[in-house]
């Protein structure tokens, strides 16, 4: 625009009260070589860009590549996420299904291209808050329509203004260079401050976006509400504060039947149940191949350390540390117990040490260890008993 | 902002107004009263710096208490859960869900009349935009408390958002309707939001000038964007406001699109139907210009605008409420015939159920709200007779709230199973929800009316000398 002399300002403004009489005003200053630097309105005038001589607005493309950055981002993220970082097969559709990706893909086309063309339109125009507007004439927005001009080298003021007041004007008036706003620019000295803002925004991204790359899912995460994660109601074997026990987890009422298809056992631990089970209990199972093996099995697993492989106890542990002696389940006196008895001290253990092993084994198992022990007693009987053996007492149960 | 007729990309549109113009004989004028610019300044903005008057507290006073009885309601329904509503199984969706489509529907005229009758350069939305606009926020805010309180934990909310979380890698799914809808709602939402802003933003410096306390002059100062009316802005805003019209426009079909699909996808007799997207989007249009009717005789009377909002402007909505019932009402039917055209037992038990069972009373309370009533709007004096087109857009709003209950309630409520049957009626607490959203709307829209300018008066200084050319 040259250089600017303040003393003696070379721009000035008309200001009309008709949107018709700018228009004449603007093209009349045009024709006779003013230079318009621009009109101020209440509302946009038809016409009045031709008359300017500008340029249609570019602000079209902005909006057409950020509708495509918010496609792109869009159809990036529904096809990494679904496909990629969590492949899940939702309603047997393929992983990347794009015709279940258009909604979302179509809105944040529409949403980037909006605020795009929008933050571009607030930038390129210079548009953001500003305390200090010049006030070049207080009706632009209300009911005046100014024309602001550099006067032409030469001219007269005072011819200029006759003009202007033939074409309508209502007002004329020479304008310092501070009363007429700058041609926006990005980086003007009012925008420094919020510049400076935005430009932490790129590092910013950068920065939330490092976790993602290299996550560590077996590292525990933060959260700030574990929501559904975390129970309202008490855990089984938590403490409590008034229950007794002082825990959740309290011994079932008697007679509890337990959900798992299980019957109640109808019999207690001690002797005179032992005896009454011996007397009421057969064992349901026929010897076959399949209960012999099974039974072998558990038996070996849980019963052969104290009472020895074949029930003899010659490779019992606790006999060969010289601890207390099981009985000898291959002796006469199991021999001639009833299966029920023999279940019963299963169940719920015997006279001596022996616990009760009806919580661990089931009770089909018990049963099938039964089938076992008369196989072993049917195996051991030519054999005299060993000399180390110790005779049960009388009454001793195994 | 007056759009221009030379440039016009639509060159059937001009005809559209010349139709209307010229088809009856009877010309009614934009804006009445033969005012000039500052006139038009001094009474837009002159309401929002005096003291509101007596019957706004008053209406103020009325939709706070209605307000607060959804916030009670509310808190009732995050404290104890929602077993505190009337849900159960069948009807898994009722109130909540009928109310979300039904805000959601009514915020649709508000984008339609700044952008679609934008695009199609009718001159009369410029008077009714502003206000149409906010219709739309509020609206979309209503809406959208619905699915987030009926989460049951609102506060995980934006677990519905595809954000790297701490729960390993997991992420929403993308190939739901209902995630469709997060996306649809908040873009429609940020997008309105924007739309009423930048077309507020000439109109804000000129509250800007106006402000004579200091505070006042900041606050606008900051959201005027330091607006001075440049030729140069003005060019590059009406590009911008032009490409936010053309990119609103096929948003607000999508989004109801999306809303529908919410049902359609679903494999539910009576919601399974193709024809969902065009019906729900008809019948947005057709619930929202009820609304917009309703707001709009209510505020020229009570805001002393009849020369703005004149009866040309209530004239043109009824038509569009006539064409949309229509459309509405060609739907009702289509669905009957393609129960009776698929030969599925269960979709044929579905409507006949809707029509005859247990819920008809809601069924024939819709028919006749939605298409025997506005039939009366063929009747031109019907049509310019504000107080009858008050009552005829109260009755659409009735039997739009009711095509909702009708295609949740009345679909769910009947399973495949007769031995899974059900019965809904809402709760105490849903109206009150229903009621307390009501209240935030109207809050919202009093305060709006009293803050800011109802009119936009840049665009209807340029149209005030249409009829002179």
Redesign the interface.
Known sequence: MGSIDRMAPTRFRASFAEPGLLLEAVKRLKADGYHVI?????????G??EA?G?K??R??RA?LAFGLLGLAIALG??IW??AY??P?I??G?PLV?LP??V??S???T??M???G??AT??V????????K??D?H??????RF?VAAEIRAGASYAELQAMLAGLGALDTELLTVDRL?KDSSLLDREATPLAFILSFIPAVLVLMAL??LN?D?LQR???W?G??MVPVAYQSFDPHPSLPGGQVLQTPPKGTVPRNGLVPLPYGPGQAEAERAGRELKNPLLPTQDHFSRGKLVYERSCAACHGKDGDNNSSVIVAKGLLAPAVLVAPVVKNMPDGRIFHVATFGGPQKMKGLGDLISREDRWKVVLYIRELQKAAAPKPLPASAPAPGPGVQP | ??P?D?TSALSGAGLIEDQQDRGYGHVLPLIEGDK???QV?EEVFSTTERMPPLKWWLALSVSLSLLLLGVWAITQTVTRGIGTWGLNRTVGWAFDITNFVFWVGIGHAGTLISAILFLFRQRWRTSINRAAEAMTIFAVMCAGMFPIIHMG?P??AFWAT?Y?N????????????L??DV??IS?YF??SL??WY?GM??DL??M??RARSKLRK?VF???S????????????????YM??AG??T??VI?VHT?VS?DFATSVIPGWHATIFPPYFVAGAVFSGFAMVLTLMIIARKVMDLEEYITLRHLEAMTKVIIATGMIVGMAYGTEFFMAWYSGNSFERYVFINRALGPFKWAYWSMVSCNVIIPQLFWIRRVRTTPWMIFILSIFVNIGMWFERFVIIVTSLHRDYLPSSWAMYSPTFIEVAIFLGSFGLFFTCFLIFTRLLPVIAA??V??VLKHGEH
Not at chain 1, 138 to 143: C, I, M
Not at chain 2, 167 to 177: A, E, M, T
Not at chain 2, 225 to 240: A, H, I, M
């Open positions: 621009d009109t101020y309105t209440p509302f946009p005038v038809h009045m860009d300017m500008l249609p607005s602000l079209p909006c993220v529904q996420t679904s970082d969590y899940l939702v309603g559709k299904a279940a990706f909604p979302v179509f809105e944040l529409v949403l291209a909006g605020l063309v929008v339109l607030f390129v125009s210079g548009m953001r808050p500003k305390f507007v010049p070049l207080p009706g632009v927005n209300d009911d100014v706003e976790p993602l996550r899912y995460n933060i959260t509400d929501g559904m | 902002m007056a221009d030379h000039s610019y500052s300044t934990r506060w995980l595809p790297p701490t729960r390993g890698p997991l992420w929403v799914n993308f190939k739901s309707p995630l469709w996306f649809a873009t940020i997008i924007t739309f930048l933003v000439p410096a000129t800007r000038d900041a100062s900051v959201f964007l330091g607006w001075n009316g440049s030729n140069r802005t003005w060019s590059r805003y009406e590009t911008v490409l936010l990119l609103s096929p948003l999508s999306i699909m840049s665009e200084k340029g």
